[in-house]
């Protein structure tokens, strides 16, 4: 988004995707409407892209409403096939906004690259060995990806680990693990950092005499850091049956139980990953690898924890979030899938720590979904409330029956597709 664009539009969940369209526009959006229809990701592109092509594969591509970040309104594409995953996100976009919205922070763009030194007998001496190299080895990097430094990328930093095999009941092995540091700026950079990695193989065989294993990025980004929090007030989480400082007791509560067990870190690591994943597959981005990082990143303390953080502290509600993120927002299947183009036009975002700095905040936001649901009436009523569209479609409804259809189920709390015939059956006068 660009201009005075509003992230807010009242009633948009109940609006056909044609008029969702028309409100996105009349919200200042700048869209035209055929890359998310038909105007798609071509079959002769899609072949380029993988093998063993036969067509091309769709899901729903939602806008979530309400974000304000950083002080502006944004529009967040999602690309997601769960149910409530969407709504939740706006509805607490919207509860966020009312104290002030998320605010993020990034650190650097930096991937990490590794050549691995294996089976070394005398480590130490390999270690020093190539940090007296450092100089050498950062002026050969730096040859490699010319167009990146014209970028404001490039080379930023070599570090030098001993890595141990230690795993008990078999041979210790002493590794030696040279780090490149490479500041991607705008790409997620898989591609560069393993030109880089390989690059350098023979002059690091060169420097210690030791042959190099692998030589491949690290997916556990942690120079490529992206931050959100946001406070709420406690007076906007109250329901019909609880006070708001109660539900935020709650909500904290929650949060310490996955603190606590890595069964419920999972879950609640999950739905963080609901936004997260949603926002990286809309613009074209390779959630596996943001997936792997954020994992990986949560065990940093050797236990497996939450991606993020909720204290109460009698008057604000406090939640943050901080992350590897390896978001692009040049490059690979971003520059050939029209649709992608158009999510990021929406989205407004250029700089690829700009989109990781959204995409946190979303699945701050998508926790908070989940926490309140869960610390309140439960994740069920709310999923099946969505999930009994899906029902009624199920059972034969069309469009203009799906929603009267929806409504039956949901009053009765029956969602199963035998019932939801018998009401369209009722409907049409059977
Ligand atoms: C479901 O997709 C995600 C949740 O299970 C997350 C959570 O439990 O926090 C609702």
Redesign the pocket.
Known sequence: MSGNETSRIPGFYKLSPDERVKALQDAGADIALAPWRDEGLRLQDADLMVENVIGTFSLPNAVAVNFCIDGADRLVPMVVE?P??VAAVSNMARLARRSGGFVTESSSDIMIGQLQLSNVQAPAEAVSKLEAARDELLAQAATIHPRLVARGGGMRGIDVRHVVYDEPGYPREDMVVLHIHLDCVDAMGANMVNTVVEHLAPLVEGITGEQVGLKILSNLADKRLAKATVRIDPKYLSTATLKGTEVAERIAS?WRF?WADPY?AA??N???M?GIDAVALATGNDWRAIEAGAHAWCARDGHYRPMTTWRFDGDMLVGSIELPVQFGTVGGTIRVHPTVQANLALLGAEKANDLARVAVAVGLAQ?LG??K??ATEG?QAG?MRMHARTVAATAGATTAEVPRVAMALCAKRDYSVAYAERVLGELRGG
Do not use: F, Y
Request: glycine share 6%; charged share 15%.
């Open positions: 769960e409530s995953v929650a996955a419920r879950t609640h999950k739905g963080v609901n926790n989940a926490l649901a869960l994740i999923h």
